[in-house]
């Protein structure tokens, strides 16, 4: 079983409830180093968009559904102030 440092989870719940979604899923690929957020279950993407940091912005209808973090365990962590 993991080891969950759970100071570190609540250290970023301020940042969670800033995101103007009510609902949020995570899937994090190791493998891939790629950490997906979904705020729409279940979610049909029509349309996407590749930002300058390598983060993809998924749509469906105009609405933001999901973003995809491409190299994410080499993002650094924002600072809360």
Do not use: C
């Amino acid at each position: 079983m993991a080891t969950v440092n759970v100071s570190e989870i609540i250290s970023i719940a301020p940042q969670l409830l800033s995101v103007p979604f009510k609902r949020m899923w995570s899937t994090y690929d190791q493998e891939a180093d790629v950490l997906y957020l979904n705020f729409k279950k279940p979610s049909h993407a029509d349309d996407s968009e590749l930002t300058d940091d390598d983060t993809i912005v998924r749509y469906e209808k105009g609405d933001v559904i999901g973003i995809t973090v491409l190299h994410a365990s080499k993002r650094k962590a924002a600072k809360v102030s």
